[in-house]
């Protein structure tokens, strides 16, 4: 009973410091002091359905200028990208 105790404190402790260290990561990505606390929320609420959402292609595809696009495949010949 005693040793289950020690590792599942051991186990919170590990949790606080791996959360403490996200924080702080976070923070150093933003280009926050270190010094202001960031709250983080529980849970965070989508306001939109992702399934629903569509894109456009010309909002995302001058982003990815490198990706080739499918062309239909004609008879016996090879398919090729453009």
Do not use: C, H
Not at 33 to 58: A, H, K, N, Y
């Amino acid at each position: 009973m005693e040793a289950q105790l020690a590792i599942d404190e051991q186990a919170l402790l590990t949790a606080e410091n791996n959360y403490t260290i996200a924080k702080m990561q976070m923070r150093q990505l933003m280009l926050i002091d270190q010094d202001i606390d960031v709250e983080m929320p529980g849970s965070i609420e989508m306001m939109t359905d992702p399934m629903l959402v569509e894109f456009d292609e010309t909002s995302w595809r001058p982003f990815l200028p490198n990706v080739p696009s499918p062309r239909a495949n004609t008879g016996s010949k090879v398919q090729t990208w453009a």
